[in-house]
Nanobody
Framework: VQLQASGGGLVQAGGSLRLSCTAS????????WDWYRQAPGKQREWIAV???????IYADSVKGRFTISRDGDKNTVHLHMNSLKVEDTAVYYC?????????????WGQGTLVTVSS
């Protein structure tokens, strides 16, 4: 499985961006998808998850502003980011959990940079 993240860029505070994460390979094995972010000098932070049943959970830092969604074909997940703040500046990573029988494997995308200017 390979994940390709895209959609990052420079945006002004208050603006919006949509990140995408597209999987290729054994996508039938993919279970939950997560988005993380890592700001300069900080640890990687989990921000959102979508399950196979399309249930979603968000970190408090993004709740009400970010929405995680999945395309109908199940191989692309999006992170819709609204009301962006300067503190949302980070490299954003997607992660997908693959389940093949009892074997679970995490796959990570390469990261996409989001810069929010004041």
């Amino acid at each position: 499985v390979q994940l390709q993240a895209s959609g990052g860029g420079l945006v002004q505070a208050g603006g919006s961006l949509r990140l995408s994460c597209t999987a290729s390979g054994f996508i039938f094995s993919l279970n939950t998808w997560d988005w993380y972010r890592q700001a300069p000098g900080k640890q990687r932070e989990w921000i959102a998850v979508i399950t196979t049943n399309d249930n979603t959970i968000y970190a408090d830092s993004v709740k009400g502003r970010f929405t995680i969604s999945r395309d109908g074909d199940k191989n692309t997940v999006h992170l819709h980011m609204n009301s962006l703040k300067v503190e949302d500046t980070a490299v954003y990573y997607c992660k997908a959990l693959s389940k093949l029988g009892s074997i679970e494997t995490d796959y990570w995308g390469q990261g996409t940079l989001v810069t929010v200017s004041s």
